[in-house]
Antibody, heavy 121, light 106 residues
Framework: EIQLLESGGGLVQPGGSLRLSCAAS????????VNWVRQAPGRGLEWVSG????????YYADSVKGRFTISRDNSKNTLYLQMNSLRAEDAAVYYCAKSAGYNSAWTFDYWGQGALVTVSS | DIQMTQSPSSLSASVGDRVTITCRAS??????LNWYQQKPGKAPKLLIYDASSLQSGVPSRFSGSGSGTHFTLTISSLQPEDFATYFC?????????FGGGTKVEI
């Protein structure tokens, strides 16, 4: 059974930093791109960042570029999102999402349960 | 950025109804379009990929169609477990944008 389990969410002050982790199991993690997608309370979905299987290619939404860094450790089957210079508008549930395959890197077939990030003073 | 516009934003329906949700893109991109279902407090679930391909395990009452800029998700006979919010998403160009969602309620 494919599982994605996020951790690291919490309350942070504006301008602060947080690192999210996503532990993957049930599939060959090193063969798939993985992504972060967020959802502000009561709002829609926003793709945040993605990283290809080998970790050499990373992609970001303009809203987080330069502040967030995606990375992965294939030996630990874990995805990360380092979030710096956090703003109120970054507050959301952050989902880890697995890409469907090589030709479907931006189709998300499995999602974690989400990690809540609150940005407030 | 490609803007994805869903309509309606919400709809009321009954069990057994045929329901159609529309998604329009601000630029054409063939069939790089996915549909997700989300229930309250849960993660989204992939229903349809590549505009019309049914994800494994998804009931056949769900179907998708369209290409270019106009796409539809159809539920042929609404079931109680289908009351949820549905999102379209383009997988063609960074940023991989989602529609605003359609809430299907009783």
């Amino acid at each position: 059974e494919i599982q994605l389990l996020e951790s690291g969410g919490g309350l942070v002050q504006p301008g602060g930093s947080l690192r999210l982790s996503c532990a993957a199991s049930g599939f060959t993690f090193s063969n798939y791109a993985v992504n972060w997608v967020r959802q502000a309370p009561g709002r829609g979905l926003e793709w945040v960042s993605g990283i290809f299987a080998g970790g050499g290619s990373t992609y970001y939404a303009d809203s987080v570029k330069g502040r967030f860094t995606i990375s992965r450790d294939n030996s630990k089957n874990t995805l990360y999102l380092q979030m710096n210079s956090l703003r109120a508008e970054d507050a959301a549930v952050y989902y880890c999402a697995k890409s469907a395959g090589y030709n479907s890197a931006w189709t998300f077939d499995y999602w974690g349960q989400g990690a809540l990030v609150t940005v407030s003073s | 950025d490609i803007q994805m516009t869903q309509s309606p934003s919400s709809l009321s329906a009954s069990v057994g109804d045929r329901v159609t949700i529309t998604c329009r893109a601000s630029q054409s991109f063939s069939t790089y379009l996915n549909w997700y279902q989300q229930k309250p407090g849960k993660a989204p679930k992939l229903l349809i990929y590549d505009a019309s391909s049914l994800q494994s395990g998804v009931p056949s009452r769900f179907s998708g169609s369209g290409s270019g800029t106009h796409f539809t998700l159809t539920i042929s006979s609404l079931q109680p477990e289908d009351f949820a919010t549905y999102f379209c998403q383009q997988s063609y160009n960074n940023p991989f944008t989602f529609g605003g969602g359609t809430k299907v309620e009783i």
